[in-house]
């Protein structure tokens, strides 16, 4: 599956973005999808994932303030950011991990800018 993200730029610290990544073809089966991020000089960490459930897993920097949901008829999955703060600034990367009894993958997207000014 093919993933696109889109909703990056800049923002001020306190305001809010919504992240957008559209998948290729249906979502429905996949087991989670997740937002992770990668600042300048650091790892790729996981921001937030959503199982086939439903069910939303946060890092705890973001509790509270990000939202992560999944719109399965649409082929989607959005990351609401309130509340942003600089630590927030990072290319933010949509994940599709999909497993089975038989097979397993993952796919990711190609990234969005997300720039937080104090």
């Known amino acids: 599956v093919q993933l696109q993200a889109s909703g990056g730029g800049l923002v001020q610290a306190g305001g809010s973005l919504r992240l957008s990544c559209v998948a290729s073809?249906?979502?429905?089966?996949?087991?989670?999808m997740g937002w992770y991020r990668q600042a300048p000089g650091k790892q790729r960490e996981l921001v937030a994932t959503?199982?086939?459930?439903?069910?939303?897993n946060y890092a705890d920097s973001v509790k509270d303030r990000f939202t992560i949901s999944r719109d399965n008829a649409k082929n989607t999955v959005y990351l609401q950011m309130n509340s942003l703060k600089p630590e927030d600034t990072a290319v933010y990367y949509c994940?599709?991990?999909?497993?089975?009894?038989?097979?397993?993958?993952?796919?990711w997207g190609q990234g969005t800018l997300v720039t937080v000014s104090s």
């Open positions: 073809r249906s979502i429905s089966s996949i087991n989670y």
């Open positions: 959503i199982s086939s459930g439903g069910s939303a």
């Open positions: 994940n599709a991990d999909y497993f089975s009894l038989d097979t397993a993958w993952a796919s």
